[in-house]
């Protein structure tokens, strides 16, 4: 059973970065698509971003051009930078293991494994 861990959330003044970082133990990490998701309150959960086992990236419409994801194999660790910050990126980030049976990355259904997730809080 794999164990996710996300540091990096806090506070941080509008046009500011932070960088999230999710450390996976268990499983074989590099065989996976791994995704960060997003919840604000009142809000449905909604995709961050991926990265697929070969490197390949998508992101939310909201985020592009702002966020940038990766994965370090030999770390077990994929990061979300997160520059140009918003009010409206504030939420509950989480990171997340897309299931080896499921496709499409953007229904977080299609994940089987999920961090305790970080709070990211953007003011004005």
């Known amino acids: 059973q794999v164990q996710l861990v996300e540091t990096g959330g806090g506070l941080v003044q509008a046009g500011g970065s932070l960088r999230l970082s999710c450390v996976a133990s268990?499983?074989?990490?590099?065989?996976?698509?791994w995704g960060w998701f997003r919840q604000a309150p009142g809000k449905e959960r909604e995709l961050v971003a991926a990265?697929?086992?070969?490197?390949?990236?998508v992101y939310g419409n909201s985020v592009k051009g702002r966020f940038t994801i990766s994965r370090d194999n030999a770390k077990n660790t994929v990061y979300l930078q997160m520059n140009s910050l918003k009010p409206e990126d504030t939420a509950v980030y989480y990171c997340?293991?897309?299931?080896?049976?499921?496709?499409?990355?953007?229904?977080?259904?299609?994940?089987?494994?999920w961090g305790q997730g970080t709070q990211v809080t953007v003011s004005s």
């Open positions: 997340s293991r897309k299931s080896l049976a499921r496709i499409g990355v953007y229904d977080p259904t299609n994940y089987d494994s």
């Open positions: 268990g499983g074989t990490f590099s065989r996976y698509t």
């Open positions: 990265v697929t086992s070969g490197g390949s990236t």
